[in-house]
């Protein structure tokens, strides 16, 4: 493949992702388009050469991912006087997997990899009859495995859109480039002959920068409640039956003292929503209190959200609540029960914090990874499905 050809694949890769995207959901699918440089083993007799790289991935869970990779690069020989064209083509397949470290969320997440596969060497140009016995095989192409591990850190620039650098060890068992070579010398009845010697195996560093394309669609803002509209300008300030609701808005008159009434005056049902205030993967930890920083982003919203829930109770003070935690399928069922008793845990200490009467919530109870509300196969579902709900006991 000419280095021409492989400026083309990478193009293609960026320029048409996103034509994909808009044509399919592909749920925890991505593709990354790599481009580095290859520093070879010193035994190889090779220069430092241009690596490019295509993979698709699937995210396992919040922390693993598995990628599917093609690489490619053409070395140059050092000593290039014995062979026409210079440069040797080596081609690999193969998978990988990375262990991300933090947050599912966070912007920096650093992870460690490895991967296994196998590796074609072949002649890019000339003629192999001009190559020294002692400088390639008799069968002078051929697939090889290989091993890779390193690490690296990615850079999440937005909900699609992230940026990989990653520096990883290749080990290659090549029997085809003979970099290190050596002869022996034997006498035989044929006379004086010399065998030449080389190693199997080199080690080889693969430094790149990439791009990670994701597919699927982004979470959706949490809701925003209506505004409350402002009560008539007039008979504002009659209230005869002491509902807090005034006479010109109240179609219920008379109703008993202490009766929870709606706006319009009539008895109803509270109903308090904790929809679009959600916990980031795996928060709250044992012993944490402090609820902000285990709120997912954007946590100033989930706050006001919370905050509109005290308001509500405040506004209601014959009512009283049961707070109920819950999880995604992530973890065994054991630690998500603890986790999800955890969330419900500290929200009702929020409450009481800013002002609830604690013999309001007449109880806190985790229910796991039960009971969720959205799919737990992608990672926006299992965003919501972390959360904490609230149900009111009318009087």
């Not at 490019?52 to 990628?67: E, K, M, R, T």
């Not at 080990?171 to 065998?195: E, K, M, Q, W």
């Given at each position: 493949?000419?280095?021409?050809?492989?400026?083309?694949?990478?193009?293609?890769s960026?320029?048409?992702?996103?034509?994909?995207?808009?044509?399919?959901?592909?749920?925890?699918?991505?593709?990354?388009?790599?481009i580095?440089a290859?520093?070879?083993?010193?035994n190889?007799?090779t220069?430092?050469?241009?690596?490019?790289?295509?993979?698709?991935?699937?995210?396992?869970?919040p922390?693993?991912?598995?990628?599917?990779?093609?690489?490619?690069?053409?070395?140059?020989?050092?000593?290039?006087?014995w062979?026409?064209?210079?440069?040797?083509?080596?081609?690999s397949?193969?998978a990988?997997?990375?262990?991300?470290?933090?947050?599912?969320?966070a912007?920096?997440?650093?992870?460690?990899?490895?991967?296994?596969g196998a590796?074609?060497?072949a002649?890019?140009s000339?003629?192999?009859s001009a190559?020294p016995?002692?400088?390639?095989?008799?069968?002078?192409?051929?697939?090889?495995?290989m091993?890779?591990?390193?690490?690296?850190?990615q850079?999440?620039?937005?909900?699609?859109?992230?940026?990989?650098?990653?520096?990883?060890?290749?080990?290659?068992?090549?029997?085809?480039?003979?970099?290190?070579?050596?002869?022996?010398?034997?006498?035989?009845?044929?006379?004086?002959?010399?065998?030449p010697?080389?190693k199997?195996?080199?080690?080889d560093?693969?430094?790149?920068?990439?791009?990670?394309?994701?597919?699927g669609?982004a979470?959706?803002?949490?809701?925003v409640?209506?505004?409350?509209?402002?009560?008539?300008?007039?008979?504002?300030?009659?209230?005869?039956?002491h509902?807090?609701?005034?006479?010109?808005?109240?179609r219920?008159?008379?109703?008993?003292?202490?009766?929870?009434?709606?706006?319009?005056?009539?008895?109803?049902?509270?109903?308090i929503?904790?929809?679009?205030?959600?916990?980031?993967?795996?928060?709250?930890?044992?012993?944490?209190?402090n609820?902000?920083?285990?709120?997912?982003?954007p946590?100033?919203d989930?706050?006001?959200?919370?905050?509109?829930?005290?308001?509500?109770?405040?506004?209601?003070?014959?009512?009283?609540?049961?707070?109920?935690?819950?999880?995604?399928?992530?973890?065994?069922?054991?630690y998500?029960?603890?986790?999800?008793?955890?969330?419900?845990q500290?929200?009702?200490?929020y409450l009481?914090a800013?002002?609830?009467?604690?013999?309001r919530?007449?109880?806190?109870?985790?229910?796991?990874?039960s009971?969720?509300?959205?799919?737990?196969?992608t990672?926006?579902?299992?965003?919501?499905?972390?959360?904490?709900?609230?149900?009111?006991?009318?009087?």
């Amino acid at each position: 493949m000419k280095r021409n050809a492989l400026s083309a694949l990478i193009a293609l890769s960026l320029l048409g992702g996103g034509a994909v995207a808009q044509a399919q959901d592909m749920g925890n699918w991505y593709i990354a388009p790599r481009i580095g440089a290859a520093i070879p083993d010193s035994n190889r007799d090779t220069d430092t050469s241009v690596w490019a790289g295509f993979g698709a991935g699937v995210w396992v869970n919040p922390h693993l991912a598995v990628d599917f990779e093609y690489g490619i690069n053409n070395a140059s020989f050092k000593d290039s006087s014995w062979r026409p064209g210079k440069e040797w083509e080596s081609v690999s397949f193969g998978a990988s997997a990375r262990w991300f470290f933090g947050d599912e969320g966070a912007q920096w997440r650093p992870y460690v990899m490895a991967g296994i596969g196998a590796q074609r060497h072949a002649a890019y140009s000339g003629s192999l009859s001009a190559y020294p016995p002692n400088r390639l095989t008799q069968n002078s192409n051929g697939w090889d495995p290989m091993a890779t591990i390193g690490g690296g850190v990615q850079f999440n620039m937005s909900e699609r859109l992230a940026l990989r650098g990653e520096l990883a060890a290749r080990y290659d068992r090549d029997d085809n480039t003979r970099g290190d070579t050596s002869d022996s010398l034997a006498i035989g009845p044929g006379g004086v002959a010399f065998h030449p010697t080389h190693k199997k195996g080199y080690i080889d560093a693969i430094l790149s920068v990439g791009l990670v394309y994701s597919f699927g669609h982004a979470a959706p803002p949490p809701p925003v409640e209506a505004p409350v509209a402002p009560p008539a300008p007039d008979c504002h300030s009659l209230d005869d039956d002491h509902d807090g609701v005034n006479n010109c808005d109240d179609r219920c008159a008379d109703t008993p003292a202490g009766t929870i009434v709606g706006p319009d005056g009539c008895p109803q049902k509270v109903v308090i929503d904790l929809r679009g205030v959600n916990f980031k993967f795996d928060r709250p930890k044992k012993g944490e209190s402090n609820i902000e920083p285990t709120l997912a982003v954007p946590t100033a919203d989930s706050i006001a959200i919370l905050d509109q829930a005290i308001d509500a109770l405040n506004r209601y003070p014959q009512i009283k609540v049961e707070l109920d935690g819950y999880t995604d399928s992530i973890g065994t069922e054991e630690y998500n029960q603890g986790l999800s008793e955890r969330r419900a845990q500290i929200v009702s200490d929020y409450l009481t914090a800013h002002g609830v009467s604690a013999d309001r919530i007449t109880a806190v109870k985790g229910f796991g990874e039960s009971n969720p509300i959205d799919t737990n196969s992608t990672k926006e579902g299992r965003a919501r499905n972390r959360r904490t709900e609230l149900k009111v006991e009318n009087p």
